[in-house]
C-alpha cells in the first residue's frame, strides 16, 4: 500500500507533529509504505519526503501556494491513497485533526468583544480557510473523513452535507512505550528540582501552543481564584502574545506560582513534575497533550470543547469543566487535592492504553484496505 501523508508545516515542538511522526512509524509497521508531503520536516529516519515549498508572504498566500504545489505533484506522483492533513481540494482521505474552522469561529464569536468580533469577520484569512474547508469537504475526490472525535463528526454533519459513511471516528494514538508512568516516577524529584517545586506542591500543567484558543486566562484566573499558595501552574507551549499571560498572572497576584516553561523537546519532563494535566480549552478537536498526560499516569481536566472530554469519566481519570468558567474550574482544581491521585493516575493509563498509535494504525490501514476494495489482513499480507 503506497500512502502519501500531506502535512504542511513542521514545528519541532507541536503535538500535531509529534503525532504525525509517530502515526508514519506505526502505519509502516503495518506494512504501509509512507510519504510525507511537507514544506519542510526534521529527518532523522531517511523516511520518503516530497518537499512542496513555494514562496510566499501572509498566512492566505502561504496555504493557498501549498494547496496549489500539492495538487501539482500529485498529477504527476502516484499513489493507491493519499490522506491531507491539510485543507487540500482533491486528496482521497482528510484527516479532521484541526477539527472544523467554521466551528471555531462560532466559539470566538460566542465570546468576544465587538471589534474582536468585526475583525473576524473581516479577516481576509478566516474568508480563506473557510472556503478551502467547503470546496475540500464537497469535493468529488474525497472517499472518507477521519474524526479523532465524535465531537468532530457531528461538528462536520452539522456544516457540510457529508454522506454519514465517509466519516470515521478513529481516536489519536499515543506512543505507550514513550508516555508511560514509569517515565515520571523516574524523572519526578529531578523535574521538581529543575522547575524549582517543593514536593508538597501541587502541580497543575498548561501543555500546547495558541494559549487563547486552549484556555489558559481561565487557567490562571482560576488558579488565583483557589486562593492556595502551593498550588503551581506550568505552562509548556509558546505563543507570540505570551507576555499577556505573563502580565495577567502578575496582576492577579500570582506571578511565582505559574511557571513559563516555553517550548519543550521532550515535554515528559513537564508531566513528571504535574499532578494533574489542565486545558479548559474553548476548543480543541483532541489534543495529543491530553493523550499524552493520561498515558503518563496523569489525571486530566479538559473542557465541555474538547474531543478529549468523550474518554474522561468524572472523578475516574479526570474531571469535564466549561470553558471560561473560572470558578467552577477552580472548585475542580481545589477537588483535585483530595482526590485518590494514585487511583485515578491508573485509571488514566488505563484510558490511554485502549489508545495505543498501534490501535490508531491498525485502525487507519482497514480503513485504507476498504477504500482499495479488499481486506486489511490481504494488504497486510501483501505490503
Not at 160 to 170: E, M, R, T, W, Y
Not at 183 to 200: C, I, Y
Not at 263 to 291: G, K
Request: glycine fraction near 8%.
Amino acid at each position: 500500500m503506497r500512502l502519501a501523508l500531506v502535512r504542511q508545516r513542521y514545528t519541532p515542538f507541536g503535538g500535531a507533529e509529534r503525532f504525525v511522526e509517530r502515526a508514519i512509524a506505526a502505519l509502516e509497521r503495518n506494512g504501509a509504505t509512507v510519504t510525507l508531503i511537507t514544506r519542510a520536516w526534521r529527518d532523522e529516519s531517511g523516511r520518503n519526503a516530497l518537499i512542496v515549498n513555494p514562496p510566499y508572504a501572509g498566512r492566505v498566500w502561504r496555504d493557498a501556494s501549498f494547496s496549489r504545489g500539492v495538487q501539482a505533484l500529485l498529477q504527476d506522483e502516484h499513489f493507491d491513497l493519499v490522506q491531507s492533513h491539510e485543507r487540500i481540494p482533491g486528496c482521497d482521505v482528510y484527516r479532521a485533526g484541526d477539527g472544523v474552522h467554521r466551528q471555531w469561529l462560532d466559539h470566538r464569536l460566542k465570546v468576544a468583544p465587538l471589534l474582536e468580533r468585526v475583525g473576524i469577520r473581516l479577516n481576509p484569512y478566516h474568508w480563506y480557510v473557510c472556503a478551502a474547508e467547503r470546496s475540500m469537504f464537497e469535493h468529488p475526490s474525497l472517499r472518507a473523513i477521519i474524526c479523532n472525535s465524535k465531537m468532530v463528526a457531528a461538528e462536520i454533519s452539522s456544516h457540510f452535507p457529508i454522506a454519514s459513511g465517509k466519516l470515521h471516528v478513529i481516536y489519536n494514538g499515543v506512543d505507550l512505550a514513550h508516555f508511560h508512568p514509569r517515565q515520571r516516577n523516574e524523572l519526578r524529584a529531578e523535574a521538581r528540582v529543575g522547575l524549582g517545586l517543593a514536593a508538597s506542591d501541587l502541580v497543575f500543567c498548561f501543555v500546547g501552543s495558541g494559549y487563547a484558543r486552549k484556555g489558559l486566562r481561565t487557567a490562571i484566573a482560576a488558579l488565583a481564584a483557589c486562593g492556595r499558595s502551593d498550588f503551581r501552574l506550568l505552562v509548556a507551549g509558546q505563543d507570540r502574545a505570551a507576555s499577556k499571560f505573563v502580565a495577567q498572572a502578575a496582576r492577579a497576584g500570582i506571578g511565582d506560582r505559574v511557571r513559563f516553561v516555553g517550548a519543550q523537546d521532550d515535554v515528559r519532563f513537564v508531566y513528571a513534575a504535574s499532578d494533574c494535566f489542565i486545558l479548559p480549552t474553548r476548543y480543541d478537536p483532541f489534543p495529543n497533550a491530553a493523550l499524552e498526560a493520561l498515558a503518563m499516569g496523569i489525571p486530566a481536566i479538559v473542557s465541555t470543547q474538547c474531543g478529549a472530554a468523550e474518554v474522561i469519566e468524572g472523578g475516574t481519570n479526570g474531571w469535564v469543566c466549561d470553558p471560561d468558567a473560572t470558578d467552577s474550574l477552580a472548585r475542580l482544581m481545589v477537588e483535585v487535592e483530595g482526590a485518590p491521585r494514585e487511583r485515578m493516575g491508573a485509571a488514566a493509563r488505563e484510558t490511554a492504553e485502549s489508545l495505543g498509535i498501534d490501535k490508531m494504525a491498525d485502525l487507519m490501514i482497514n480503513l485504507y484496505a476498504r477504500l482499495l476494495g479488499h481486506d486489511a489482513a490481504a494488504s497486510t499480507q501483501g505490503a
